[in-house]
T-cell receptor
């Protein structure tokens, strides 16, 4: 079984300040982990993925995430928030089980960026 | 490069009506998925397909049917719509390269059942 917990449903930051979106996971297997972003009325876009190569993963638009196995965490960070970062972010865990790619989504974190 | 295309973008149904949502992908992906997105619940898998002619149930399949007659298309059907099926529906596709293949999403279909 696998699960994903996004610890904050809403995060509010001022423009230019750091962003931290928290994600914890559990999985019976060694998972791959992803972060997706969803802007209003849009589909989900891949931000970054962890696939056991390097624990610090860099993604698009200045985002990065660090995989910490001991803490079962995969938090998303950005040094300086931009207005265009306002969106909903989903942490996702994926394993290959039962013949298909089993993907589990977190419930999402809405990021508000204050000018 | 179109990627994953969903039609229609919006639809309003009355209880008991039927409809079909179409998903088309031009990336030659083997796997395709239908999800529904509801506030505070993330995305939940309805049905999926690991190849042409094959489909399987996800975690919330009741009230839905699917078909994958062509590799590039994955149809989601509602035979008798209910208000509980009001949601945003997303189609996704991926390659069978193991568990680290990202999903590619369409832009969603917003369905309202009155």
């Amino acid at each position: 079984a696998q699960s994903v917990t996004q610890l904050d449903s809403h995060v509010s930051v001022s423009e230019g300040t750091p962003v931290l979106l928290r994600c914890n996971y559990s999985s019976s297997y060694s998972p791959s982990l992803f972060w997706y972003v969803q802007h209003p009325n849009k589909g989900l876009q891949l931000l970054l993925k962890y696939t056991s190569a390097a624990t610090l993963v860099k993604g698009i638009n200045g985002f990065e995430a660090e995989f910490k196995k001991s803490e079962t965490s995969f938090h998303l960070t950005k040094p300086s928030a931009h207005m265009s970062d306002a969106a909903e972010y989903f942490c996702v865990v994926s394993v290959f089980s039962g013949g298909y790619q089993k993907v589990t989504f977190g419930t999402g974190t809405k990021l508000q960026v204050i000018p | 490069n179109a990627g994953v295309t969903q039609t229609p973008k919006f639809r309003v149904l009355k209880t008991g009506q039927s409809m079909t949502l179409l998903c088309a992908q031009d990336m030659n992906h083997e796997y395709m998925y239908w999800y529904r997105q509801d506030p505070g619940m993330g995305l939940r898998l309805i049905h999926y397909s690991v190849g042409e002619g094959t489909t399987a149930k996800g975690e919330v399949p009741d009230g839905y049917n699917v078909s994958r007659l062509k590799k590039q298309n994955f149809l989601l059907g509602l035979e008798s719509a209910a208000p509980s099926q009001t949601s945003v529906y997303f189609c996704a596709s991926s390659t069978p390269a193991g568990f680290n293949s990202p999903l590619h999403f369409g832009n969603g279909t917003r369905l309202t059942v009155t």
